[in-house]
C-alpha cells in the first residue's frame, strides 16, 4: 500500500506499524516526532499502531540551531 | 561574591550561558565549543528527519542529555499555528517541557511578528509548556509577553546572526525596570563584549549562536564569551558608579 511520509510516497505492507517503519527507514527512533494525518502519535504507541493506505507521516527530529 | 542561582521554570542553573548548536562545520567542534562555553542549556532546532539515503548522525548523540538541558526552539515558524506545532512536536520528542518561542515575521530581518508571538504564548502557556519568547527590544512587547505568562522574556539585542550586538541599550534597560520575569538577551551578539554589556545591563543571561559557531575558532571564542558573561555578571552585582559629566580626581588633592 502507498503512503506519504515526509512529502514522499513510500511503499509499506500492511499491518507495518509505525516502529516498524521507522526502523525500515533506518530512523533512529529515540528522538523523533510523529505525526500521522496531522495528528501527534505519543511514541508510547509506535508499535501498537498500524499504518493504513494513504496516510500522511510527518516524522521530525532535532537538529542544531540557535 | 557568591551568585545566586538562576531559575527558569522548574530548571535552577548556574551558568548564564546559552548556546546554539546550529552552523557548526562538525560535531567535533561543536562538542568543544559546548564544553568551553560551560553551558548548561542548549538550543536545538525541530527538523524533518531524513529518510533517503544513509542514516546521518543524529544531533543528540552529540549532546549528553545528563549535562546538558535542551531548549528546543520553533526557528523557521512564520505563523503561531505553525510554532505551536512545532513546540508540540518538540515536547513530544520527551527530553524537555521547555521552549525557545520564535516567531517570526519575514526572512530578510527575521524580526519577530509581535502579535503571532503574543498569541502562541498564550497557547501554549495554557498548554503547561514553559515558554522562553524571542521578541524584539521593545519594552511594551515584552510586558505584553510577560503578562501572557512567558517564563522567560528574550528581547534580541539586534537581528539574528547579524553579530551588532546591543543596538539599543535604553530599550533593554526599559524592560529590565519593567518585567519580574528573567530577562534573557537573545540574538545578535557578535563578541565578547556584547555579552558582557548585556550582563551587566543587569539581564540574567545571554543566548547566542553565531557569535561562536562562525568564529574562525569557534572553541576559544566560546571560552570568551564564558568569560565575558562571568565577568559582566559580577560588575553588575558589584554596582558599576554612576556615570558623570566631569572628571573626579583618583589621587588625593594636593595639599602641600
Not at chain 1, 8 to 20: H, L, M, R, V, Y
Not at chain 2, 49 to 57: L, Y
Amino acid at each position: 500500500m502507498l503512503i506519504t511520509v515526509n512529502d514522499e510516497q513510500k511503499e509499506c505492507s500492511p499491518g507495518t506499524s509505525i516502529a516498524d517503519l521507522l526502523e525500515n527507514l533506518g530512523i533512529d527512533k529515540r528522538y523523533v516526532a510523529v505525526e500521522r494525518n496531522h495528528k501527534i502519535i505519543p511514541r508510547t504507541q509506535f508499535s501498537e499502531i498500524q499504518l493504513l493506505e494513504s496516510d500522511n507521516l510527518e516524522i521530525v527530529t532535532f537538529v542544531g540551531g540557535g | 561574591m557568591k551568585d545566586t542561582i538562576l531559575k527558569i521554570g522548574k530548571h535552577n542553573f548556574s551558568s548564564r550561558l546559552f548556546v546554539g548548536t546550529g552552523k557548526y562545520q562538525t560535531f567535533a567542534i561543536m562538542e568543544e565549543a559546548l564544553k568551553a562555553s560551560g553551558a548548561e542549556v542548549v538550543t536545538v532546532a525541530v527538523r524533518r528527519a531524513n529518510i533517503g539515503g544513509k542514516p546521518g548522525e543524529s544531533l543528540l548523540d552529540h549532546i549528553d542529555t545528563n549535562k546538558y538541558t535542551i531548549l528546543p526552539n520553533t526557528a523557521g515558524c512564520y505563523s503561531c499555528d505553525e510554532a505551536v506545532r512545532t513546540a508540540f512536536l518538540a515536547r513530544e520528542m520527551g527530553i524537555s517541557d521547555m521552549v525557545k518561542l520564535e516567531v517570526l515575521g519575514d526572512e530578510k530581518t527575521l524580526l519577530p511578528d509581535p502579535i503571532d508571538t503574543l498569541k502562541a504564548t498564550e497557547i501554549l502557556v495554557k498548554e503547561g509548556f514553559t515558554v522562553l519568547v524571542y521578541t524584539s527590544d521593545d519594552p511594551i512587547a515584552a510586558r505584553r509577553l510577560q503578562d501572557a505568562g512567558a517564563t522567560s522574556v528574550m528581547p534580541a539585542g539586534s537581528p539574528i546572526g547579524s553579530g551588532q550586538g546591543i543596538l539599543n541599550q535604553n530599550n533593554i534597560r526599559i524592560i529590565l525596570e519593567t518585567l519580574s520575569v528573567p530577562v534573557i538577551v537573545d540574538a545578535g551578539v557578535g563578541t565578547a563584549s556584547d555579552v558582557c554589556i548585556a550582563m551587566e545591563l543587569g539581564c540574567v543571561g545571554v543566548l547566542l549562536n553565531t557569535g561562536i559557531a562562525e568564529a574562525k575558532d569557534p572553541v576559544s571564542m566560546a571560552k570568551a564569551m564564558k568569560l565575558a558573561c562571568e565577568s559582566g555578571r559580577l560588575a553588575y552585582l558589584s554596582g558599576r558608579i554612576p556615570k558623570k559629566l566631569y572628571a573626579k580626581a583618583s589621587s588625593p588633592l594636593k595639599d602641600f
